[in-house]
């Protein structure tokens, strides 16, 4: 394994640019992209307010543009055996027209439909919760270690995780929605377990730190490895599976999701037996501090 | 086997084995209930609009400005408001001072209002937002405002007459007071109930929104049906014990939040537009009831419901065989009954309009034949990460012995979840059967913790033998002289295996929290299974396995 020998070979100070280097690209990316669109990450549907239709097919994409004319048709997408239609905002008389209208001309058309105080109290809630969130993982983190360089260590992996997720949205061109926030905190909880895991073993093991990290690896990886084959069958399920049973239409939200969390765990493999291991190494092998160690 | 008898002696085991048939039986006697999502039909989002307020404004001032008088004395209970020239007999009735007396005196005219200075403010502010207003606590006086209101519109609302919101974010709170939410949630639950819809939700969020989930209906009719107000009728007995049509209920102009009186009796005060109060007076006067007013009863129906009945009061006879009367009041009774009356009389007089302004935030409607779609793909999703997930674990193990009990302990914490959610009668939706996948992703991660503490997997130097020859050894480590389950070796291992566990858990908890609230409830489902989740396996699943798998190390 590569990764096996990055970690003891080369000493922590030049590997740890790597995540920095990284680090870094992803602050650009959501720089970027909040100078250009006002957030750092493409905003949904459900933060912006609109109307999403879903109809089954029965004819081509421009009959069924020529349809709903009258109404701010932003996009239309084929799904499976669905048109996704989305439409901008509206005033809730024409939507009360357009809900009329799609359920006269289609059978089983799913809508979903969310005003501005809809959008904007959900804007207000992530950017009231994920903090939060975030601050309640930090200190259940340092309530665990009771240590802050570890601690601080564990933290920073996952943030680097978020960040490196929330970068991946905006290469991928997934927006930010209900789903993909679920997600975003699902990391919070994904990317410190192993990170706590392997800070559990360096410190509380006997035995050289490189050996303990390797060692914890084997079982880190597989940890992540059923978390990833989990999720990977949630992308291909909700993505990929309408292709081969036509029948079967995208699942917007768990695709969404699964997608966020598939990167997120990508990075968390790498902040986890990178970032955070080299960080511990650094740490167990700074002079004083090894002795020190190893009576426990 | 030796492995069944030592194992059903353990507490742990024991729990685990009960709480999973527990579980079963839940799920077989309660049945799982499906959310909207994937049964089809149609959901509202709504907000309710309004704020409580303090206010700094003098009950004086406002008189002088309403009745354009020159000044206003306040002696005991009473304002008086002298005026320059006559005052419109019907201006203090429309102004909500009802029992107002006016007096007039070499082209002055004095009037008489008896009203507490909260009474006047209330008065002016429903007058001039259009609004009910209501008292909700004395010290200091903060007023609910049922309509869409900001601190400036209302600090431009009290300017004319001297007054503003005081300073400070405590004088001024958007939203409305749990007592007013629960109450439109009330009125929301009866006027479904009384159409005949079957299985109706309505839940509230943030105590600020109110979401309604409508089974197989679409989207559109839920709005119509939501928005649509109840029919309402007054009608009045004649001499011959028939009933005839009096009014409908375009004629109530507005109807007044419940009122005791000082005997303790309860009635709904209710106003009746002008045209609507001549032709009550001519029904009661042509039914005869203006002279016997005990034979004739005054009775109201809502949707053909009778929801109000009682004999013309006396006093009201009397006026109205000499003028139409426009305020009225509906007596119920006395005590809580009467309290617990009024309260129902005024959610149907008021034809099933909901007490405060709401505003539709959000609104679909999935049908049923995509929502069972959706459960067949889930179920799929669900399948496949099971076998993706036990595929991982045999890659690594190679063991069947480690691979059965994992993936049996990772279903019977799905079991687990399912029969709470049986129980509780809650709803799984999208969301949650995509939790329970998760679930199954971190409870299968904390498992390998486990076996891997145990059999020492993570030992360094120790890669090119295969977990087999690894788990033999962790036998011979544990001897099976001594029963694993009581070696001290094998117990630090565990506890230190929890303690890992544990704190990915409580991270994986409270990462979670934030969406029980988040979304208007769309995610509850989702974090409430995921929080479920982890604590039963933490508590019941994963100490019972740490013993098996100890077990099945230790007696190969």
New interface residues.
Partial sequence: MELEDIISKYPPRQIILLPIVIIVLALISLGVTYLNTGSPVHLGI?FTGGTLV?VPQTGTEDTVRSQFEGYPLVDVRNIGSRYMLQFGPMS?SDY?RL??QV?EKY?????????P??SK??QA??IR??P??FL??A???FL?FREPIVSLLVIISAIADILIAAASMNLTGVQLS??T??AL??L???S??TD??LS??VL?RK??VD??I??????GL??????I??????I???NF?YFIIP???R?D??AD?STVLIFGLAADVFNTWVTNAQGLRWYMNRPGKATRRQKK | MSLLHDLSKDRRVVVYAAAVVLALIFIAVFGLKFGLDLEGGSYLQLQLQGAVAQVDVSPEKILEAQFNGTSVEKHGDSYFVTVQGKVDSTLADDLGYSGAKIVERDNTSKVTIIASPETVITNYLKKSLDADVRIVSVAPVKYEIRTNVSRDSLNLILAPVGGSVPAGEDAFVDGVTADTVDETKKVLDSKLNRLGLQDIKVRIVDNKFILIDLAGMDVATAQDVVGKPGKFEIRIQTENNQTVHVLYGDAVESVDIPQGDRQGGWGVPFMLSEEGAKVFQKAAIDAGATKNPDAHYISMYLDKDEIFSAPLAAELAGSLAKTPVRNLEARVGSGDAGSQKAKELYIHLREGALPVNVEVVGSGQVSAALGKQFKVQMVIAGLIALLAVAGMIFYRYREKRVVLPMITTSLSEVVMMLGIWALAGWQLDLASLAGIIMVIGTGVDQLVIITDELIRGGEASSLERSIKERAAEAAAKAGTAIAPTSSKVYLGRLSRAFSIILGAAATTVVAMLPLLYMGFGALTGFALIIILGVFLGVAIARPAYGRIIGHILGTS
């Fill in positions: 459900e879903t809730d009360a809900a009329k359920n059978e089983g058309a799913e809508i979903k439909h969310m005003g105080i809809y109290e959900l809630q992530v919760y994920l939060i969130s309640l993982m200190v259940v983190v665990v209900l789903g926030v679920a905190l699902m919070i909880g994904y410190v377990d706590i895991l559990m073993r509380k035995g050289a050996e303990k390797v060692g914890a690896m084997g079982t597989t940890m992540t490895g059923t978390t084959a989990a999720v990977l069958s949630l291909i399920v909700s599976l029948s079967f239409s699942m939200v768990i999701m």
